[in-house]
């Protein structure tokens, strides 16, 4: 279900917001809804809108002043209808509601042709189910090889191409063997980001493996401060995934706009807070992320923090997997590596993630990437003695407090940071 809310009335009329399916989404003041709203007459989580397949329900948290679909005040949960009007405060917003376009069926047999000839549509490998355990099932390992694309170059020709049901409209960012495009979905007539995995690059059996079990192990974290996996598939014998699109800028180049170089901490606190809420998930889930860092953490233009980056993810459940976790040890960002990470990394779990969390927020605070000008052997002794200048001795307006909040989210033995997601999260909220 495409579900949309647009402001008539009130602060920012004309503002649009799109609803995700499958998670609750949160109206209000507070910085964690996904409709974030300068309302005084509002509360801070006012209602609460869940967008399910078939359907979009809304229902009041308790708020003070109450909440009016129609002009009626919200007693019980009901289902939005589209052009249906929410009245909370003195903002007043328009529901707008549509049939997601029906996917293609796939084919009985799997295509084959040769350069050349006229390709048709092949359906996505992987759609999204209706369970996260049925997502990750359905991303086959064994696709059929459908021809060849063109290699990206410096102007990278796929701009403006399509991938399946998919229209690649510009470049986010590149890793090791993968690229990330901004694109269009063309059924559901919305914005997406797509991981393309680069024509040429050596794709072996391991890191295919790692691609594969990184989508199926993320996209059963599902909260409003973690980006979503909506599907994913092979197109001209190259693996993608399709995820939600965050419009908005990486957490390492709000960084780099600061004319300070560095983040309040209040700020940092504010944003370690959502990321903290999206890795309670992943923990609930047996997930680990194994590559936080400001890079792979997105702030919308409303201010709200999302964890990207699902390429490293594992569960614990599924530990021992030795090539695949060693070789993702290596891909990841050294200098945000738990020293576990370098040391033995089969036997690295959520803790690993609590120490990344804690050296992003060491980075948005200070301005300085940890043991920066340090690589190779250099750098992994530092980390394994755990040599950092604390917080409040770089930053002169940051708390003890807070540097001792790094300190621990970043100690050198996982048993004496931070044990849980929770945790941090209670620790946080008293900065805030």
Request: proline share 6%.
């Amino acid at each position: 279900m495409i579900a949309t809310m647009v402001i008539r009335a009130g602060k920012g009329v004309g503002q649009e917001f799109e609803i995700p399916e499958g998670k609750p989404s949160w109206i209000g003041r507070d910085p964690f809804c996904v409709v974030r709203l300068r309302d005084p007459e509002i509360s801070r989580r006012h209602c609460e809108l869940h967008n399910d397949r078939d359907k979009v329900i809304i229902k009041d948290l308790g708020s003070r002043n109450g909440t009016l679909v129609n002009s009626r005040r919200l007693r019980d949960t009901i289902e939005l209808k589209d052009r249906d009007i929410i009245q909370i405060g003195g903002t007043q917003l328009q529901v707008k509601v549509s049939e997601p376009a029906q996917p293609a069926e796939e084919p009985e047999t799997p295509q084959q042709v040769t350069r050349g000839s006229v390709l048709k549509p092949v359906a996505t490998v992987l759609r999204r189910p209706t369970t996260a355990a049925e997502e990750g099932s359905r991303f086959s390992e064994h696709p059929p090889v459908i021809g060849d694309v063109p290699e990206i170059g410096e102007d990278d020709p796929l701009i403006g191409k399509s991938v399946s049901d998919f229209t690649l409209l510009a470049k986010i960012g590149t890793g090791p063997i993968a690229t990330v495009y901004k694109a269009r979905d063309i059924k559901r007539d919305r914005l997406v980001a797509i991981k393309l995995v680069r024509p040429g690059v050596e794709f072996s059996d391991v890191a295919r493996s790692r691609f594969v079990r990184g989508a199926k192990t993320w996209s059963a974290v599902i909260h409003p401060n973690v980006v979503r996996i909506l599907g994913g598939g092979i197109y001209h014998s190259l693996y993608y995934v399709v995820m939600e699109y965050v419009d908005g800028i990486s957490l390492e180049k709000m960084i780099e706009t600061m004319d300070t170089g560095y983040l309040p901490y209040r700020k940092v606190a504010e944003i370690g807070l959502q990321v903290a809420q999206g890795l309670e998930v992943a923990f609930e889930k047996n997930v680990v992320h194994r590559n936080i860092k400001p890079s792979n953490v997105i702030i919308s233009k409303s201010g709200m923090a999302f964890l990207a980056d699902f390429g490293l993810a594992k569960s614990v459940e599924g530990a021992g997997d030795s090539d695949i976790t060693t070789v993702a040890s290596v891909l990841a960002a050294p200098h945000y590596l738990a020293p576990e990470q370098l040391s033995n990394p089969q036997v690295a779990d959520h803790r690993c993630d609590i120490y990344g969390l804690g050296a992003t927020m060491y980075c948005a605070a200070t301005g300085r990437t940890p043991y920066a000008g340090l690589s190779g052997i250099d750098l992994v002794v530092a980390i394994t003695w755990n040599k950092l200048d604390p917080v409040h001795d770089m930053v002169f307006d940051a708390p003890k407090e807070f540097s001792d909040f790094v300190a621990r989210a970043m100690a050198l033995k996982p048993e004496e940071r931070f044990q849980t997601p929770q945790e941090l999260i209670e620790a946080l909220r008293e900065f805030l």
